[in-house]
Structure formats: structure tokens, C-alpha cells
């Protein structure tokens, strides 16, 4: 069999089945769960043409970094009836088939899911390059991530990432609260005691630095605890592309 690329360009020929139970354009679910092109990373749908008696070809779309490729394989007859035969022997997909299957190919839905992410979440998005980058979201506009990090506003093309983990709800802990300020508010006052033995300064600035030790640790308290709340929310892991997922599988 012949395997090559080419670029976007109408495919000459009829087109034909494979097989009645996958019809005319074959989709993500059924190349999987008929095993027709498991070489294919990235499928997303796939047409066969006849193009003379006895040459036929494939027309295979496929997702690479989130853009769509076309490449193009060539069958004999003989060739297409067997893989037709091999398509025949499985039972029809169900649609409990298609929801298994479907965890499989999130690289599909890549937009739809980053457009889901509310934005000011914090979210930590890999690179393809291997460099990971973490801050809040800002925007996304279909085909860019806007990110703030802590010293700069980056921002990020969707077809040079891998992967992007989130939270898609803050998850609030209310019964935390009282805990997490008694204990700022106790940690500030330890802090200004330190500074008082080390400085021994007059008594009405000793009350000055355990009520400005106190008052800081309470201050505190608020970005301590919307930092609990994000790390004890679970995060969700999105892979953007088919080879990120397998490695997330492993």
C-alpha cells in the first residue's frame, strides 16, 4: 500500500462505502473500533474514492497540534475487499461503543473545551516545546490562550501546546475559614513578638507591633485561603494532542 501527504485539494473519483456499517465518511469511533487505520495518530474522519477499476483511494483527515491534515491512501481492489471483510467480521458499533470510545479523541473538541474554561482560572498549559507555563486564564479567542504569570501577560497559539491542566469550578471550603485566619492572625502576632524581643522597644510600641502583626496576618488570611480553595479544588488535565494523551494513559 502507498502512503503519502498532499496538500487541501478535491479528490477526484466516486465515492464509495467501506462497509453498510460504517457508511459513506468514516469517523473517530469507527476507525477505532474497526481497527481501519490504527496507524493514523490524530484520526478524525476518512472517505474512500474510486478512482479507476481497480485503484482506490483513501482521503484521511487528521488533527496534528490542533490543525487539520490531509493525507491520502492508495488500495488495490483486492486490497479494499479485504479490508471491507475485516470490517464485516466486527458486530455494529452501539452507541455505549461511541461513548467509550469517545474519552479516546478529546483532541477533537480542543476549542469547545478551552472555550468552556472560565476565565480568571488558574491554569497550567505544557508546550510543545516541553516548557510548561502556569497563571491565570485572561482570554481565548478561538485560536490564542492569553495568560497572566506572575511577572508578564504571555500569550499562547493553541496549535504549539500539549496539554493544559484547569479547574473548571473553584470549590469553596467555608469550614475552613475560621481555622485558616485564627492561624494567620496567631502567626502575625508571632512575628511581631520576634521583632519585639529582638528590638525591646517602648511598651506602647510593643502594643503597636502586636496589633500591626495581627492586623497583617488577617490581611492574609483571605489570599491564604482562595489559595486553599485552588488547591484543594481538583484539576482536570486536557491533552491537545493524541500523542500527549497517550503519555497521560501511561
Known amino acids: 500500500m502507498l502512503f503519502c501527504s498532499f496538500p487541501l485539494v478535491a479528490q477526484q473519483g466516486e465515492i464509495i462505502p467501506l462497509s453498510a456499517k460504517v457508511g459513506t465518511v468514516i469517523d473517530a469511533e469507527e476507525n477505532a473500533f474497526y481497527n481501519i487505520f490504527p496507524e493514523i495518530k490524530g484520526f478524525e474522519s476518512a472517505q474512500f474514492y474510486q478512482v479507476r477499476p481497480n485503484r482506490i483511494v483513501a482521503r484521511i483527515v487528521f488533527v496534528e497540534y490542533t490543525n487539520k491534515r490531509i493525507t491520502r491512501k492508495a488500495f488495490t481492489l483486492r486490497q479494499f475487499t479485504e479490508l471491507q471483510n475485516s470490517v464485516n467480521r466486527f458486530p455494529m458499533i452501539t452507541d455505549k461503543d461511541r461513548k467509550a470510545l469517545g474519552e479516546n479523541f478529546s483532541y477533537l473538541e480542543t476549542v469547545a ?7 480568571n482560572q488558574y491554569v497550567s498549559v505544557k508546550h510543545r516545546n516541553g516548557k510548561r507555563i502556569t ?19 504571555v500569550s499562547l497559539p493553541i496549535w504549539n501546546l500539549e496539554r493544559i491542566s484547569y479547574r473548571q ?5 467555608p469550614r475552613w475559614k475560621p481555622v485558616i485566619f485564627i ?68
Open 113 to 119: 473545551v478551552l472555550e468552556s474554561i472560565p476565565l
Open 183 to 250: 492561624m494567620c492572625a496567631a502567626t502575625g502576632l508571632g512575628l511581631s513578638e520576634i521583632w519585639n524581643v529582638q528590638t525591646n522597644p517602648r511598651i506602647e510600641m510593643v502594643w503597636h507591633f502586636r496589633f500591626l502583626g495581627t492586623v497583617l496576618g488577617l490581611l492574609a488570611a483571605s489570599e491564604v485561603m482562595n489559595s486553599v480553595d485552588i488547591l484543594a479544588t481538583p484539576k482536570q488535565v486536557f491533552a491537545l494532542t493524541p500523542a500527549e494523551m497517550d503519555r497521560l494513559k501511561k
Open 135 to 153: 497563571g491565570t486564564l485572561l482570554s481565548f479567542d478561538g485560536k490564542w490562550l492569553e495568560i497572566q504569570t506572575p511577572v508578564s501577560i
Open 169 to 173: 469550578k473553584l470549590v469553596k471550603h
